[in-house]
């Protein structure tokens, strides 16, 4: 399968500090990632959908100048969560998607505002 | 609109079976099934893409059934590595669209 990869893997940060969060597709190109938000025990929820070269589509309640989303490259998207607060502390995914409709996770960031 | 997932949970000795069920209210252009274990990303087991799919890989399965309203995934003779939550992930559209995702299927298997 498709490899994708996220860094870091675990950040703890202080409140008010910004973290970026990068997924890169390692061995295809990904014209759209997606970003999503899990909660202990719970599903995932989709934050935005990123779109090489375009603005990025964010999903309802989800703050766009919080999240910034930047897809720099066919193989390349960041998250950055700006002026962190504790119950931002959540575990991150990307997703990339192949040609055939497969979608693959990078392995999430864990992180931890204090 | 969020897919059904059943059961929630489940509990499995070594070598028995088990079926997680994925059920729209909508035709669905595809469903995605991955396990995520604690503390890991979602790993990626299939996509079903045509109504009345059967596919599978070693003893793990899926199907769509024809009015690709409803998908099964299929553990048979369960090892202890099966444990995990299983989600199905699904598509309403074509083109990369983003997933929406049941609450998962706790799945523990045990010795």
């Known amino acids: 399968g498709a490899v994708v990869s996220q860094h870091p893997s675990r950040v703890i940060c202080k409140s008010g500090t910004s973290v970026k969060i990068e997924c890169r597709s390692l061995d295809f190109q990904a014209t759209t990632m997606f970003w999503y938000r899990q909660f202990p025990k719970k599903s995932l929820m989709l934050m935005a959908t990123?779109?090489?070269?375009?603005?990025?589509?964010?999903e309802q309640g989800v703050e766009k100048d919080k999240f910034l989303i930047n897809h720099a490259s066919l193989t390349l998207s960041t998250l950055t969560v700006t002026s962190a607060h504790p119950e931002d502390s959540s575990f991150y995914i990307c997703?990339?998607?192949?040609?055939?409709?497969?979608?693959?996770f990078g392995p999430g960031t864990r992180l931890t505002v204090t | 609109q969020q897919p059904v997932q059943s059961p929630q949970a489940v509990i499995l000795r070594e070598g028995e079976d088990a079926v997680i069920n994925c059920s729209s209210s909508?035709?669905?252009?595809?469903v995605h099934w991955y396990r995520q274990k604690h503390g890991e990303a979602p790993v990626f087991l299939m996509i079903l893409l045509k109504g009345g799919e059967q596919k599978g890989h070693d003893k793990i399965s899926a199907s769509f059934n024809e009015k690709k309203q409803q998908s099964s995934l299929y553990l048979t003779a369960s090892q202890l590595s099966y444990s995990g939550t299983y989600f199905c992930g699904t598509e309403i559209d074509s083109g990369n669209t983003p997933l929406v995702f049941g609450k998962g299927t706790r799945l523990s298997v045990i010795a």
């Open positions: 909508k035709a669905l252009y595809s």
């Open positions: 990123s779109n090489e070269g375009s603005k990025a589509t964010y």
């Open positions: 997703s990339a998607g192949t040609v055939s409709h497969e979608q693959y």
